[in-house]
């Protein structure tokens, strides 16, 4: 005896009226249940722009329709249509579509006089809001599956030949482990098992009807609807697959072209790929802006805020540097810090470089607070020699249970992947968030960076974690900073790999920003110039680029205090040339000393005098 459904409403957009529909047990040609859209129920006199090219199936279905007289102008409903007797449509999203004119998930949509939506009464595990899922076709003796059959016949499938036919529709992720175990006993490693019982537990009980699913083919990525439940088929090869029934859309969308967060998740290698944080990208394709604002409109009434699909594929942009953030920083030319947005936003790190002084941490916290839009976007780390992957990204840590006060080794982020993730939370992927490095030339970076250095180069790609087993990928709006003191360790030792993935920016005290830094800031504030003399004479007689002296260390109040400019001489810029020439036999106060500075100054400005005083009028 076929199951008694009750009668499901469906409110029109904008505040229209409420349709009324019926569900059957008997199923479609597209495996999903059939849908009756009862006589008497209204329908809209338009549809949205992009329903022609989402959904043409029912776009189709609606035309013929009004054609036929079957949806047709009436008087019970002012303003709109009516359909004039019952019309069976092969599923519940397909009867929801030709009377609002727009994409919709019919089983969430229609629902009964109490609320409840039409999902709940299907034979099924998984309950919430609708999925997007990644099902990748084999490749079965030279044939696309996806081409050969999905497409055309309507289906996605997951091959499973040696687990047993008897499984139930609501099996739990224990049972399927169980059954895994026994059944592929001999024939797949422990990895291979655990990742299979992941995929049959996602395509048997978390996959529904009305959840999105992909396809990839040939570069192209194919979207549809899953329209049924889980069947068990048998092929004549004796191969035996799971299927189920798919709504497919009518054209695919070429891979290169996605949005690079989209291209990351397809990257995973496995066979059923959970999508659902990229849903709203998946939403967007083929569609614009504009469209989507409409299809919102209809689907709430009013739109108070941009969809989600629009939000999510917007643009990462960084700010234009201003006159304001220059004078800020004392930087010669606008140009240069629009050089360095130029090399962000291309290259997506960046380390800065230079002798010790030279602000290199100063500036890039500040360029990163600017170009992501305040303090709280911006991370700052500091690598040193005993730095290690687990400190970076991820690792077991002993931590203590909060509840029993037990010490246990537990899997624990680091700051990257902390940082990562609340880039990619919802709402914050189209702001550039700032992960600074001081430092980073002081720890192993090849043991630090591990598999991530591949990321770095390929944003659009995924790799496979050493400890939590996770693929993880960078999220595109999250930008890295390093700072490198020469001195400390010369840029030399950089490998080259990491030259390859980051953009070097050279800050010396031989060439601007860096060389007039220090007079420009006295100027702007007022102070008598000779820290800036005493600075050029200083360097002037240092022969080792990596070791000349930036001028930070008379950027200080402490060294405009009674004593100060002498204290910060002595105990600071001498030492750091002390160890510089260690073994020389130099005598540092003689060379580099405060008298013998001026003296030089001095010398050089009595010269100056003579020269002008010579001249001939």
């Not at 990562?420 to 700032?434: S, V």
């Not at 250095?453 to 087993?469: A, K, P, Q």
Request: hydrophobic content about 35%; aromatic content about 8%; overall charge negative.
């Amino acid at each position: 005896m076929a199951q008694e459904y009750p009668e499901f409403q469906l409110r029109l957009p904008h505040g229209g009226p409420v349709a009324r529909g019926r569900l059957l047990s008997e199923k479609g040609t597209n495996g999903s249940q059939k849908m009756v859209v009862l006589e008497g129920s209204p329908a809209r006199t338009d549809v949205v722009p992009s329903f022609p090219s989402r959904m043409p199936s029912s776009y189709r279905l609606r035309e013929q329709l009004i054609a036929e007289g079957a949806i047709r102008e009436t008087a019970t409903w002012p303003g709109w249509l009516e359909v004039i007797r019952d019309v069976v449509c092969n599923s519940p999203s397909a009867a929801a579509e030709i009377l609002t004119g727009r994409s919709c998930n019919g089983w969430l949509e229609w629902k009964t006089a109490e609320g409840r939506p039409l999902a709940d009464f299907l034979e099924q595990v998984w309950a919430g809001p609708s999925r997007t899922w990644l099902i990748r076709g084999a490749q079965l003796a030279g044939a696309d599956l996806v081409r050969r059959t999905w497409l055309p016949e309507g289906l996605a499938t997951l091959t499973t030949t040696q687990l047993r036919p008897d499984v139930p529709l609501a099996v739990s992720k224990e049972q399927l482990r169980r059954f895994v175990d026994e059944d592929y006993e001999s024939t797949a490693t422990y990895n291979e098992k655990e990742l299979l019982v992941e995929e049959l537990h996602a395509f048997y009980s978390r996959m529904r009807p009305g959840d999105t699913v992909c396809a990839v083919s040939d570069g192209r990525l194919y979207v549809g609807e899953v329209t049924g439940t889980v069947e068990r088929t048998l092929g004549e090869d004796g191969t035996s697959s799971l299927r189920r029934p798919v709504e497919w859309g009518s054209e695919g969308f070429l891979i290169e072209k996605l949005p690079e967060e989209l291209r990351q998740k397809l990257s995973v290698k496995q066979d059923v790929i959970d999508l659902t944080a990229v849903k709203a990208l998946v939403e967007g394709l083929g569609v614009t802006d504009e469209e989507l604002v409409e299809e919102a409109r209809d689907a709430a009434g009013s739109v108070t805020a941009e969809p989600a699909a629009v939000i999510a594929r917007r643009n990462v942009e960084l700010p234009k540097p201003t006159e304001e953030l220059r004078n800020r920083l004392s930087v010669d030319r606008i140009e240069w810090l629009e050089e360095i947005r130029s090399l962000v936003m291309d290259e997506k790190q960046l380390i800065f470089y230079g002798p010790p002084g030279t602000g290199k941490t100063f500036l890039a916290q500040e360029i990163a607070e600017f170009l992501g839009g305040g303090p709280e976007r911006v991370k700052l780390i500091q690598f040193h020699p005993s730095y290690a992957y687990e400190d970076f990204f991820e690792g077991f840590r002993p931590r203590e249970d909060p509840r029993t006060r037990e010490v246990a080794f537990r899997l624990t982020a680091g700051p990257l992947r902390e940082f990562a993730d609340l880039a990619r939370r919802e709402g914050n992927r189209h702001i550039p968030h700032f992960l600074i490095i001081d430092e980073i030339n002081r720890a192993n970076l090849a043991k630090v960076f591990g598999e991530l250095y591949f990321l770095l180069e390929y944003r659009d790609r995924t790799v496979r974690l050493t400890y939590s087993g996770e693929d993880f990928s960078l999220p595109r709006n999250l930008f890295i900073i390093g700072t490198m003191n020469t001195a400390d360790r010369s840029i030399a030792l950089v490998d080259a790999a990491m030259r390859r993935r980051f953009a070097f920016v050279e800050l010396s005290p031989r060439t601007e920003p860096t060389s007039g830094l220090l007079r420009r800031w006295l100027d702007k504030t007022g102070k008598y110039p000779e820290p800036a003399d005493l600075l050029d004479a200083l360097n002037s007689r240092i022969e080792d680029p990596d070791f000349l002296i930036g001028p930070s260390y008379l950027m200080k109040p402490s060294a405009f205090r009674e004593g100060g400019l002498e204290r910060t001489w002595r105990t600071k810029i001498l030492p750091l040339l002390e160890e510089h020439h260690y073994g020389d036999a130099v005598d540092i106060e003689r060379r580099y000393g405060l008298k013998t500075l001026r003296q030089s100054i001095a010398d050089r400005a009595g010269q100056d005098d003579a020269g002008e005083g010579s001249g001939t009028p």
